[in-house]
């Protein structure tokens, strides 16, 4: 099944603790993204990759890192978190050609005490 | 990068057609328009897309205006499962461009 996977689905950790999200699609995507969603303020975009080794930052970049490896993974890192970092968390991907559709995880849920 | 606008919230009833608009006056001729759902506690989904003409799938239909600067998104029978926030998005195959979601519009439907 055609899908893109998110891994934890729920997280709750404390300020500084480094920690990843995962994300992982099977559709052979050239591109991939990661969004925050925060009730009032919709999706924003925080990174995206056009390919393996080529990311570049989205709206709100700032205490993220991502990395694109392999063609299928593109994991989202906190090196240091920060309370203001609670929110929900999609991860999309799609082929490059403006014609085809995004295909979202089940989102991550953030919490950082 | 290109952005749309599109009404915060819109109520409909039950079983009536309902047109979402949503104006992106500033595309680009290589802009597709596509058109997402979220319903409550999942991640968005893909509801149709279109370049210039106007399409249709199971889910919807999408007119598009001949100069491309809006365009509507019609659910032919609107259901309780409806219920849902709707974006317009353009996606570019321009390798530079990223895609920005809109505040989306908020679909009430009543019974």
């Known amino acids: 099944e055609a899908q893109v996977t998110q891994n934890p689905r729920y997280l709750i950790t404390v300020t500084g603790k480094k920690l990843t999200v995962t994300c992982s699609q099977n559709m052979n995507h050239e591109y991939m993204s990661w969004y925050r969603q925060d009730p009032g303020l919709g999706l924003r975009q925080i990174y995206y990759s056009m390919n393996v080794e080529v990311t570049d930052k989205g709206d709100v970049p700032e205490g993220y890192k991502v990395s694109r490896k392999e063609k299928r993974n593109f994991p989202l890192i906190l090196e240091s978190p920060s309370p203001n970092q609670t929110s929900l968390y999609f991860c999309?991907?799609?082929?490059?050609?403006?014609?085809?559709?995004?295909?979202f995880g089940n989102g991550t849920r953030l919490t950082v005490t | 990068d290109a952005k749309t606008t599109q009404p915060n919230s819109m109520e409909s009833n039950e079983e009536e057609p309902v047109h979402l608009p949503c104006n992106h006056s500033?595309?680009?001729?290589?802009?597709?328009i596509h058109w997402y759902r979220q319903l409550p506690s999942q991640g968005p989904e893909y509801v149709i897309h279109?370049?210039?003409s106007n399409v249709n799938n199971r889910m919807a239909s999408l007119a598009i205006a001949e100069d491309r600067k809006s365009s509507t998104l019609i659910l032919h029978r609107a259901t309780l499962r409806d219920a849902a926030v709707y974006y317009c998005i353009l996606k570019d195959n321009n390798a530079g461009n990223m895609l920005t979601f809109g505040g989306g519009t908020r679909l009430m439907v009543k019974p």
């Open positions: 999309a991907s799609s082929f490059l050609v403006g014609g085809s559709p995004l295909h």
């Open positions: 279109g370049l210039t």
């Open positions: 500033t595309i680009s001729g290589t802009d597709y």
